[in-house]
T-cell receptor
Framework: DTGVSQNPRHKITKRGQNVTFRCDPI?????LYWYRQTLGQGPEFLTY????????KSRLLSDRFSAERPKGSFSTLEIQRTEQGDSAMYLC??????????FGPGTRLTVL | AQKVTQAQTEISVVEKEDVTLDCVYE???????LFWYKQPPSGELVFLIR??????QNEISGRYSWNFQKSTSSFNFTITASQVVDSAVYFC????????????????FGGGTRLMVKP
């Protein structure tokens, strides 16, 4: 049973650098979500794809953030010019239609 | 706007005690889903249950039970005879029941309750 996978699991970067994370959803799932979770808080929605179309973006997703899902399969989330406030766990989830979302293990980003 | 409140930030119990985690939500939608997820120390969110707003029947699954009360906008979670392995952060979440085909079902999470079960 292949679940949602995310790479890398941990990323340490210096302020101002660009980082890119990858999410591989469950293969038959057409919906993919990105969430961000800061320490001691619940996850917050960032963006949502249905197949390759990015249909919703949160106000949390500043201009420095961009997400793609080029072939409707895996997705990437890029953060440009990272800031210390970007330090968080970035979670990816997938679902088939409006059914329950399955989450990946997350990518923990630390910006020094 | 949707909001989920988990007033208990941390609960500590001794193994075999029963424990209830509270969840109160706010939404203008008449149709919505409620969820509970478990986040163990490994970090991965594990799905526990989804209920729709039209189904107020309480549910029991092994040692877990859920009490949904629409009148008080609450969806509480009880663990009976707690075990050390139940130690985790538990999140309550809410999503709209999307009517439009392409509308997402983004989850709005509460702040979580950290449960510590001591042997």
């Amino acid at each position: 049973d292949t679940g949602v996978s995310q790479n890398p699991r941990h990323k340490i970067t210096k302020r101002g650098q660009n980082v890119t994370f990858r999410c591989d959803p469950i293969s038959e799932h057409n919906r993919l979500y990105w969430y961000r979770q800061t320490l001691g808080q619940g996850p917050e929605f960032l963006t949502y794809f249905q197949n390759e179309a990015q249909l919703e973006k949160s106000r949390l997703l500043s201009d420095r953030f961009s997400a793609e899902r080029p072939k409707g399969s895996f997705s990437t989330l890029e953060i440009q010019r990272t800031e210390q406030g970007d330090s968080a766990m970035y979670l990816c989830a997938s679902s088939q239609g409006a059914r329950k979302q399955f989450f990946g293990p997350g990518t923990r980003l630390t910006v020094l | 706007a949707q909001k989920v409140t988990q007033a208990q930030t941390e609960i500590s119990v001794v193994e075999k005690e029963d424990v209830t985690l509270d969840c109160v939500y706010e939404t203008r939608d008449t149709t919505y889903y409620l969820f509970w997820y478990k986040q163990p120390p490994s970090g991965e969110l594990v799905f526990l249950i989804r209920r729709n707003s039209f189904d107020e029947q309480n549910e029991i699954s092994g040692r877990y039970s859920w009490n949904f009360q629409k009148s008080t906008s609450s969806f509480n979670f009880t663990i009976t005879a707690s075990q050390v392995v139940d130690s985790a952060v538990y999140f309550c979440a809410l999503s709209e029941a999307a009517v439009l085909h392409n509308a997402g079902n983004m989850l709005t999470f509460g702040g979580g309750t950290r449960l510590m079960v001591k042997p």
